[in-house]
């Protein structure tokens, strides 16, 4: 019985450190410009290519067209932010694939929703409605705003701005199921880049 309550107590201090794995107050200026500047400014080429990549190896999760769509405009879109560091945008197809398996409806058992697995108390502190993480755009504003602070936090480090992003700091799991996936996504990570540095 000890030993029952122990696991239990363990098991809920796991899910409340989840929970606020995304509190830190700087997050909160970086989630709010990502979704303030949503606008998309693409290279057609890129995006033509991007695109045709990730198009049919989406389809094995996503069925519907328009969704499908949606989420790669999104995703080359957020990686592609003027102005912003970039993300490599096959991390965040295997971000999502991990945390979601790019289900919108997705709710863990602490509480992150959507695609990203985005905590819920950021759209309340942004002052728009909670059920807007389901929507593809503001979810995917939020979770690449999150991962690349964490990036940026962690001087690039992805296995440990990966752990950060999922609360599990210090823990190997995530991160490395998160790279093999990432593979898997590969491809286009280079596209927007200057040819000079694509061949480095």
């Given at each position: 019985?000890?030993?029952?309550?122990?696991?239990?107590?363990?098991?809920?201090?796991?899910?409340?450190?989840?929970?606020?794995?995304?509190?830190d107050?700087?997050?909160?200026?970086?989630?709010?410009?990502a979704?303030?500047?949503?606008?998309?400014?693409?290279?057609?080429?890129?995006?033509?290519?991007w695109?045709?990549?990730?198009?049919?190896?989406?389809?094995?999760?996503?069925?519907?067209?328009?969704?499908r769509?949606?989420?790669?405009?999104?995703?080359?879109?957020?990686?592609?932010?003027?102005?912003e560091?970039?993300?490599?945008?096959?991390?965040?197809?295997?971000?999502?694939?991990?945390?979601?398996?790019?289900?919108?409806?997705?709710?863990?058992?602490?509480?992150?929703?959507?695609?990203?697995?985005?905590m819920?108390f950021?759209?309340e502190?942004?002052?728009?409605?909670?059920?807007?993480?389901?929507?593809?755009?503001?979810?995917?504003?939020?979770?690449?705003?999150?991962?690349?602070?964490?990036?940026?936090?962690?001087?690039?480090d992805?296995?440990?701005?990966?752990?950060?992003?999922?609360?599990?700091?210090?823990?190997?799991?995530?991160?490395?199921?998160?790279?093999?996936?990432?593979?898997?996504?590969?491809?286009?990570?280079?596209?927007?880049?200057?040819?000079?540095?694509?061949?480095?």
């Amino acid at each position: 019985m000890v030993r029952a309550t122990a696991l239990l107590a363990g098991t809920l201090l796991s899910t409340a450190i989840q929970a606020d794995q995304q509190r830190d107050p700087e997050l909160r200026e970086v989630i709010q410009r990502a979704i303030s500047q949503a606008e998309c400014f693409t290279d057609q080429y890129d995006s033509a290519v991007w695109y045709t990549l990730m198009e049919p190896r989406l389809r094995r999760s996503v069925r519907e067209r328009d969704e499908r769509m949606e989420i790669l405009k999104q995703v080359y879109c957020e990686t592609h932010r003027p102005g912003e560091a970039r993300l490599p945008p096959g991390l965040v197809m295997a971000v999502m694939d991990v945390e979601s398996r790019f289900d919108r409806w997705a709710v863990s058992s602490a509480g992150a929703v959507g695609l990203m697995q985005v905590m819920p108390f950021w759209p309340e502190q942004l002052g728009i409605r909670r059920y807007e993480l389901i929507h593809i755009g503001p979810n995917i504003h939020m979770g690449c705003a999150i991962l690349r602070y964490y990036l940026r936090y962690e001087r690039n480090d992805v296995r440990k701005a990966l752990a950060r992003y999922n609360g599990s700091i210090g823990q190997r799991d995530y991160p490395d199921r998160v790279i093999s996936q990432w593979t898997r996504w590969n491809g286009a990570d280079d596209l927007g880049f200057p040819m000079a540095e694509r061949r480095r």
